[in-house]
């Protein structure tokens, strides 16, 4: 093997490596490159480099194609792999932020300097403004960049990516992993205490959104799985609740189900009295309804009722949880209402996911073991529930040394 360099343009030098004769085919095979360099030193530095990875079988061929070129590919293989949501949201990072930036870079020109670069310029003006219109709300002291979540977010979507790149043999090696990562402190998980919980569903009995939010803080059950249940997964006899699928919605696709997001989040919940008599009074409401336009219908109808007609009064979904039509709950629509809700009730900082966590700390304080709440949240290991509510709170905590006291002889300290 021998190498050599070569001026063949102005603003560039062109290394050649002679690698002898195929042995299988005879011919004589080069490796060509050029860079655009400003002295015959510095190409012969890179000639040397090039020497170095052949022999010791590190080489990876030169290619011109862009980062996000290379992500466009990436994803496109990736897409089989990851949930309709997941690579709805990979791709909105990435053609939204990601690809302005460092799109037109080389892939294998990408230092982990321009990555950390990216993650600067995220932080000090990376958020998107929106178009201004009729109806646009002006948002107040709104910071110009992006949260440190959303930018440790695409530093995984981006080190992903190049993890791959490097197997491929696209590039020698990951430049995300010499980057000062992203960091963010998690918000301390927030819930609804029992005295507490009780006033917020007595301030919000005749809200619309009353029965999904109701139906959350009962079975833990996440708002996917809510909006997904339908009368079929449902044994009112039996008092049973089976969680088979979630409902979700991507624009340009509309609405569709998915499985569960683990195996054991396939499960079945035992339905709490109150709950079970209030999906009863939906159940008949939800047949009147139906059978009150169906009599419409047929007033205004000459001929026979086809299924399309009947659609066009009531979309048949098979939902527990669903608009007076049948149709589906937006679920935006539903974390937009419930947001405005917290804020009235004092207690902003909740979301609706949050209600999943109350019930898991009412079960909890109510003395159900973390074995049997790994079972009914549907979490795929038992180290899940324990990281996430093995801290309980202070209160039952009190409540339970109360018992201890009271076992050992002792006068608690709490009364």
């Not at 009722?305 to 098979?318: F, G, S």
Request: proline share 4%; net charge positive; aromatic share 10%.
């Amino acid at each position: 093997m021998r190498g050599w360099v070569e001026k063949r343009y102005e603003t560039s030098w062109t290394i050649v490596i002679d690698l002898g004769k195929d042995k299988v085919t005879g011919e004589r095979k080069r490796i060509t490159e050029s860079y655009k360099v400003d002295t015959k030193d510095e190409a012969d530095g890179i000639l040397v480099d090039r020497m170095y990875e052949i022999k010791h079988k590190k080489y990876i061929k030169r290619d011109n194609s862009t980062f996000g070129e290379y992500l466009d590919k990436w994803l496109k293989f990736r897409q089989s792999k990851l949930a309709p949501k997941t690579y709805a949201s990979y791709h909105n990072e990435i053609e939204r932020h990601i690809k302005p930036v460092l799109g037109t870079v080389p892939l294998q020109d990408l230092e982990a300097m321009h990555l950390q670069e990216y993650y600067y310029k995220m932080e000090t003006e990376g958020r998107i403004k929106p178009k201004e219109g009729k109806g646009t709300k002006k948002k107040k002291d709104v910071s110009p960049g992006l949260s440190q979540r959303t930018i440790n977010y695409h530093h995984r979507i981006m080190s992903a990516a190049l993890k791959q790149a490097v197997k491929w043999k696209k590039i020698p090696y990951n430049p995300a992993q010499h980057v000062d990562i992203p960091t963010f402190e998690k918000k301390e998980m927030a819930f609804l205490r029992r005295d507490e919980l009780d006033k917020f569903l007595t301030k919000i009995r005749e809200h619309m959104d009353y029965a999904v939010i109701y139906t959350a803080v009962m079975t833990g059950m996440r708002q996917g799985e809510v909006l997904g249940l339908r009368w079929q997964d449902v044994d009112l006899d039996y008092g049973m609740i089976n969680v088979r699928q979630q409902l979700q919605y991507l624009p340009g696709e509309g609405y569709f189900y998915k499985t569960p997001k683990s195996k054991k989040s396939v499960r079945s919940i035992p339905m709490q009295l109150p709950l079970n008599k209030m999906f009863r009074e939906i159940k008949k409401a939800q047949e009147e309804y139906r059978q009150k336009e169906l009599e419409k219908l047929q007033d205004k109808s000459l001929g026979e009722i086809t299924p399309e007609d009947l659609k066009a009064v009531y979309n048949d979904w098979d939902l527990v949880l669903c608009q007076l039509n049948g149709k589906p709950w937006d679920a935006g629509n539903i974390t937009n209402r419930f947001k405005e809700l917290v804020i009235d009730f004092g207690r902003p900082e909740l979301r609706f996911h949050d209600l999943r966590h109350t019930f898991a700390a009412l079960a909890i304080a109510a003395g159900i073991s973390m074995e049997k709440l790994q079972r009914l949240m549907g979490h795929e290991s038992i180290t899940t529930t324990i990281d996430m509510y093995g801290h309980i709170p202070v209160d039952t905590l009190s409540e339970e040394m109360k018992k201890l006291s009271q076992y050992l002889g002792f006068d608690a300290l709490t009364k």
